[in-house]
């Protein structure tokens, strides 16, 4: 059974709509947009320059259309910089990040819009007019279907596009210029439809990955997890010790681990039944990680009815003061259910090492398994720290001599 964590599902299910989802997603929505936006960017200064050429308006208004086509071109070279820069921005600082991206693209749309109300109103260019509305038409659907997935972009785009053109056109009053401003009033609605079912669609894999990377977290956490005490197993103990051995190593710190085995386990299974003993192993553990006070320590379940503690930058007087605080935990952790009731007790082996290049983390491991036994032989119900056997004595004995120095 996965163990249900209350905030990992409310992540995806925050994904159902677009006002409120976790920072991440929004991250990745703006660079999604802008990676979309990339390759439209030169599209119009290359339109323009088509576009003049229409009722040979480029040579009698060269200095007009040479001057917007630079700047055009210029507005897309500053995005395509913008765009490249865009996640370094947004470590930064991403609410500014995000509305310095949106505010570029608002307004160069607005300045092509507007391009297009001038065109539109002006009297010796009626072919243009009607290539240049064409053009901007196609530029606002491809553009509102790109900004979709923004939750500002999709209202706000079409308005700058199209929106100059109403105005100046609403005033004149003449049948065509109506058309054009119904028309384009229709147009926009029918956009937001559209970008309104492009975003619904980006969105629902936006929830339906975060759903699969959560499945997948859980799987993980659940192979590294023993499913009866809720403390990570044995693989997850490895993998922690691993890593706290590295860091060790490499900041000079002691690392200590603590080997923990239920005294007299085997008689309380075989007098109360393996139900009741496993409710001791879940009480035991409970009890042990109620101790630690530091994020990085940890319990693991080794095996069977043994524990062991990993203590990151823990000398060995704070490992042999933390392991007799565990004792007396245990030592107080009583155990009932129905008529079956046990007072628990334990032995603590302890080991400590500063890690160098030429040690291995296990061997840290089984010198607190060494400390163990020490302290099962003992009687048990103690905590005990490694000590190296003593080497025995095999100096030989001298001879005895006489008086004279003479060997006897």
């Not at 390759?39 to 040579?59: E, I, K, T």
């Not at 196609?138 to 209202?155: C, M, Q």
């Not at 005033?171 to 956009?191: C, H, K, N, Q, T």
Request: charged share 20%; with cysteine.
């Amino acid at each position: 059974m996965v163990p249900h964590n209350p905030h990992t599902s409310d992540d995806a299910d925050a994904l159902l709509t677009r006002t409120h989802v976790p920072l991440s997603y929004q991250k990745q929505c703006v660079l999604d947009a802008a990676h979309r936006m990339r390759n439209g960017l030169l599209l119009y200064p290359a339109v323009w320059a088509v576009l003049m050429q229409a009722d040979s308006y480029f040579s009698r208004h060269t200095s007009f259309a040479v001057v917007h086509g630079v700047a055009l071109l210029l507005a897309s070279v500053i995005r395509l910089f913008h765009h490249r820069g865009l996640k370094r921005a947004m470590e930064q600082d991403f609410h500014r990040a995000q509305r310095v991206f949106r505010a570029l693209s608002l307004m160069y749309n607005a300045y092509w819009g507007t391009l297009c109300a001038i065109i539109l109103i002006a009297p010796d260019a009626p072919t243009l007019r009607w290539l240049m509305l064409m053009c901007t038409v196609g530029i606002t659907a491809g553009g509102t279907v790109i900004v979709a997935i923004d939750s500002v972009l999709p209202l706000l785009y079409p308005l700058c596009t199209l929106g100059p053109s109403v105005l100046v056109l609403l005033p004149r009053g003449e049948a065509a210029d109506l058309a054009v401003a119904g028309l384009s009033a229709i147009f926009f609605a029918y956009s937001l439809g559209i970008s309104r079912m492009v975003g619904r669609e980006y969105w629902a894999r936006q929830r339906s990955q975060a759903m699969l990377e959560q499945r997948a977290r859980e799987l993980e956490t659940l192979s590294r997890t023993d499913a009866l005490t809720r403390v990570p197993n044995r693989l997850g103990f490895q993998e922690s010790l691993s890593v706290a051995w590295r860091d060790a190593r490499r900041r000079q710190e002691p690392l200590s681990v603590a080997m923990v085995d239920l005294d007299y386990f085997k008689h309380i299974n075989d007098s109360h039944g393996h139900p009741f003993g496993d409710l001791c192993l879940q009480a035991a553990a409970q009890g042990l990680r109620n101790t630690l006070r530091r994020p990085n320590d940890m319990v693991a379940r080794y095996g069977g009815e043994e524990f062991v503690v990993l203590m990151p930058n823990t000398g060995h007087e704070g490992a042999m003061q933390l392991a007799q605080a565990m004792l007396e935990q245990i030592k107080q952790t009583y155990v009932m259910q129905d008529e079956h009731a046990a007072m628990l007790s334990c032995s603590i082996g302890v080991a400590t090492w500063q890690p160098g290049f030429d040690e291995t983390a296990q061997g840290l491991v089984q010198q607190a398994d060494a400390a163990l036994y020490q302290a099962k032989r003992n009687g048990r119900g103690q905590v005990r720290a490694f000590l190296p056997p003593e080497p025995e004595d095999t100096t030989e004995a001298p001879e005895p001599h006489n008086e004279l120095g003479v060997a006897a």
